[in-house]
């Protein structure tokens, strides 16, 4: 299935560091979404982006919906420990009045304390 | 206010068997969405349902069907198990049919043997 591009897969990093990832994808988006998963878990919603060149925050994330519409990035300030966990970007596609998000492959974070 | 329910948490059936999931969505919320998460992987969208009807379906075959209830809960039915369906059943529920804001569940682990 349809899925998108998001680098890397997996990060190793001391705890403190800032962590970037980014998302593309072939197709134009309308709504850019980050989430995280824990083992267990369902996704939960870190961000939401819904117009071009949109920066927005979320206590020490950030995200930026690209211009061309086909790309996405997340930077995480400071890790912490509870930081931990697998980020994944997804862009909301609404067909003939349904909404469907595709997702990227997932980020595996580890903080090495 | 309880977040999206899903029923079993795990669950092993053999090939060939049929699987039924349930999913309560938050209270509240009438569209329910369902994907399959194969491990290592990002989310697949399978269906959505908003008020009792289908309103969307991703690149899933036949063996899978789904149905919504008058409470808004919902039911995934999987027949003639392969072993590829072994995967994380994840449900998410929303307000309204075209938001981006959707709730994900723990989701149910099936395994097929």
């Known amino acids: 299935g349809q899925q998108l591009n998001q680098s890397p897969q997996s990060m190793f990093i001391q705890e403190g560091e800032d962590v970037s990832m980014n998302c593309t994808s072939s197709?134009?988006?309308?709504?850019w979404l980050w989430y995280k998963q824990d083992p267990g878990e369902g996704p939960v919603l870190l961000i939401a982006?819904?117009?071009?060149?949109e920066l927005t925050s979320n206590g020490r994330l950030t995200a930026q919906f690209g211009i061309t519409r086909k790309d996405s990035f997340l930077n995480i300030s400071a890790s912490i420990p509870s930081d931990v966990g697998i980020y994944f970007c997804?862009?909301?596609?609404?067909?003939?009045?349904?909404?469907?998000?595709?997702f990227g492959q997932g980020t595996r974070l580890t903080i090495n304390p | 206010d309880a977040g999206v329910t899903q029923s079993p948490t795990h669950l092993i059936k053999t090939r060939g068997q049929q699987v039924t999931l349930r999913c309560s969505p938050i209270?509240?919320?009438?569209?329910v969405s369902w994907y399959q998460q194969v491990l290592g992987q990002g989310p697949q969208f399978i269906f959505q349902?908003?008020?009792?009807?289908?309103?969307g379906r991703g690149n899933f075959p036949d063996r899978f069907s789904a149905r919504q209830f008058p409470n808004y809960s919902s039911e995934l039915n999987v027949n003639a198990l392969l072993l590829g369906d072994s995967a994380l059943y994840l449900c998410?529920?929303?307000?309204?049919?075209?938001?981006?804001?959707?709730?994900f569940g723990p989701g149910t682990r099936l395994t097929v043997t």
């Open positions: 209270s509240g919320h009438k569209s």
């Open positions: 998410a529920s929303s307000a309204v049919q075209s938001t981006y804001e959707q709730y």
């Open positions: 349902y908003y008020e009792k009807e289908e309103r």
């Open positions: 997804a862009g909301q596609q609404i067909i003939q009045g349904a909404q469907k998000l595709v």
């Open positions: 197709s134009i988006f309308n709504t």
């Open positions: 982006l819904y117009k071009a060149g």
